[in-house]
C-alpha cells in the first residue's frame, strides 16, 4: 500500500501540492491527470524521496519516504520510469538494466544479465541489448527504461508521463507495453496525458488541479455525466483534451 | 677538436636532463593526480571544514606564478622549518601541489557535468552514494575531463622547465650548460624545444586514445 496523507510542498511561495490523500492498494492501476504544473511529476518525486515534504506524510508498504532510515525500503519498494529516460549514456541497454539489481540486490552478474535479456526480449529489444542509448529511437529508450525499473522486482511502478517526448507510434509502442503490464497484475501509478489509454487501464483515476486533488474516483464514475463530469473543471479539461 | 665543438658526452648530459624532466614530470602529475582527486573527493562528499579548505588550497595554487611558489617552497620552507631542502625535493613538492590545484578544478566541473537527472535517477534506484560515483559519476567524468587533462598535461610538461632556476639538471638547465660551452645557442635550443615538443605531442597523444576508448558510448567523436 502506498499512503500518502495530507502531502504539502512548497518551491518558495509557490505551492505545488496541498493537502494530498491517496492511497494505492496492491494490484492497483490508478492514473493521475491535470494540466501541467498542476503537481502531478512533483507528487511522484515525492513518493521517490527526491523532494522533500513540506507537510504530511508519505509510506510504502509501511516504510515512511520522509524518514532517512526508511527511504531505502521505500525505495527498494517502487520502481520508476522517467518523462525524458534518464538512461546511463554511458551503459549498454543490457547494463542499463543490470546495473541496479547487481549494485543494490546484489544478484550475480551472470543471472541479473540472463533477466534482463529475458525482460528486454518481453519488448522486443533483445537484439538491441549491447546498443548505447544514444543508438536507440526514443520508444526504444523508454522500452529499456521500462524493462530497467522492471528488473527491481517492484511492487509499484511508477510511471512520470512516460510518453510524452515520443511520436504517435513510439508513444503506441510503449502504451502496448503498459497495457500488458496492467493486465498482468503489476500495479502501477500513471501521471499521464493520454486519457484514452489512462480510461482503458484504469481502476481509479486521480485529478490533480493546482496541487489540489479535485478527484479520486473509480474510472467509470469519473467520466460519468454525473460523477466526475459534473465537476466544471474536469469537464473542461477533458473536453479539451479530447478534441 | 675545440672546446667549443660537440662531444659525444654531450648527448648523455642530454639525456640525464631529460630523464629528469620526464621523471620530475610522471612523479608530479601522479601525486598531483592523486592528491588533486582527493581534494574533488572532499567536494563530492561535502566533506565539512576540509573541502572549502581544499577549495581555498587550489584557488591560492592556481592564481599565483609557479615560480614564486618555487622560491617559496625551496628558499622559504626551509626557513620556516628549520629544515633542508634539495632543490629536487622542492620541485616535486611545488609542481605536485600547481598541478592538484588545476587537477581539482577539471575534477569538479567535470564531475559536475554529469546531469542531475542521472544522479537523481540513480538514487531512486537505490545505489548508495560510492556507487553512484564509481559506476555513473566516474566513467563519464573521466571522458569529460580528458580534453581539459590533455591541455593541463602539456603546460605542466612546459612548466617543469621552470626548476632549472634552482639548479635542478633538467632538460633545460642541460640546455644552459651545453649553451654556455658551446656557444651555439641556436642550435642547442632548436634541440632542447625540439624535444619539448616531441614529449608534449605522446603526451597529447596518449590522452587521445584513452579518450577514444572513454567516448566509445558516444557517436559525438569531437571535432
Redesign the interface.
Known amino acids: 500500500m502506498i499512503h500518502i496523507e495530507a502531502v504539502a510542498k512548497r518551491f518558495g511561495s509557490n505551492t505545488v501540492l496541498d493537502g494530498i490523500d491517496l492511497r494505492i492498494a496492491p494490484g492497483e492501476v490508478v492514473s493521475i491527470l491535470g494540466a501541467s504544473g498542476s503537481g502531478k511529476s512533483t507528487l511522484i518525486r515525492c513518493i521517490n524521496g527526491l523532494e522533500k515534504l513540506d507537510g504530511g506524510t508519505i509510506s510504502v508498504d509501511g516504510h515512511r519516504v520522509d524518514d532517512p532510515k526508511q527511504l531505502r525500503l521505500a525505495r527498494r519498494c517502487c520502481g520508476t520510469v522517467f518523462q525524458l529516460f534518464n538512461l546511463y549514456p554511458h551503459m549498454t541497454a543490457l547494463q542499463n538494466v543490470t546495473l541496479a539489481p547487481i549494485e543494490v540486490l546484489g544478484v550475480p552478474r551472470k543471472q541479473a544479465e540472463d533477466d534482463a535479456r529475458a525482460l528486454l526480449a518481453s519488448v522486443g529489444l533483445l537484439e538491441r541489448a549491447d546498443a548505447y542509448p544514444g543508438q536507440l529511437s526514443g520508444g526504444q529508450r523508454q522500452r529499456v527504461g521500462i524493462c530497467r525499473a522492471l528488473a527491481m522486482k517492484p511492487r509499484y511502478l511508477l510511471l512520470d508521463e512516460v510518453t510524452s517526448a515520443l511520436d504517435p507510434e513510439m508513444t503506441a509502442e510503449v502504451l502496448s507495453i503498459l497495457a500488458r503490464l496492467a493486465a498482468s497484475g503489476t500495479t502501477m501509478l500513471f501521471v499521464t496525458h493520454e486519457i484514452e489509454f489512462a480510461r482503458q487501464i484504469s481502476r481509479r483515476i486521480v485529478f490533480l488541479e493546482r496541487g489540489r486533488l479535485l478527484a479520486d474516483l473509480p474510472t467509470a464514475q469519473f467520466f460519468a455525466e454525473d460523477g466526475g463530469l459534473a465537476q466544471p473543471r474536469i469537464a473542461q479539461f477533458l473536453s479539451k483534451m479530447t478534441k | 677538436m675545440q672546446y667549443t665543438d660537440f662531444a659525444p658526452h654531450d648527448l648523455i648530459l642530454l639525456l640525464q636532463g631529460l630523464g629528469v624532466s620526464i621523471a620530475l614530470f610522471a612523479a608530479t602529475t601522479a601525486i598531483g593526480l592523486a592528491i588533486g582527486l582527493a581534494w574533488a573527493m572532499l567536494r563530492y562528499y561535502r566533506t565539512p571544514l576540509l573541502s572549502p579548505l581544499a577549495a581555498l588550497l587550489a584557488e591560492l595554487l592556481k592564481n599565483s606564478p609557479v615560480l614564486v611558489q618555487l622560491f617559496l617552497v625551496f628558499f622559504g620552507l626551509p626557513v620556516l622549518l628549520e629544515t633542508e631542502l634539495t632543490p629536487v625535493q622542492a620541485a616535486l613538492i611545488t609542481l605536485s601541489g600547481n598541478t592538484a590545484a588545476f587537477i581539482y578544478v577539471i575534477a569538479v566541473s567535470a564531475i559536475e557535468s554529469v546531469g542531475r ?2 544522479l ?8 548508495r552514494r560510492w ?1 553512484i560515483l564509481r ?2 559519476v566516474a ?2 567524468a573521466a ?1 569529460f575531463a580528458l580534453g581539459p587533462l590533455t591541455g593541463l598535461l602539456v603546460n605542466q610538461l612546459q612548466v617543469t622547465s621552470l626548476i632549472s632556476v634552482i639548479g635542478v639538471v633538467d632538460l633545460t638547465k642541460a640546455g644552459a650548460i651545453l649553451n654556455l660551452r658551446t656557444l651555439k645557442p641556436f642550435v642547442v635550443w632548436t634541440v632542447i624545444g625540439l624535444l619539448y615538443y616531441l614529449m608534449a605531442r605522446l603526451i597529447a597523444k596518449a590522452c587521445a586514445r584513452v579518450e577514444t576508448r572513454l567516448r566509445a ?3 559525438w567523436k569531437g571535432l
Do not use: K
Open positions: 537527472d542521472q537523481e535517477t540513480a538514487r531512486v534506484f537505490g545505489l556507487q559506476r555513473i566513467p563519464q571522458a558510448h558516444s557517436e
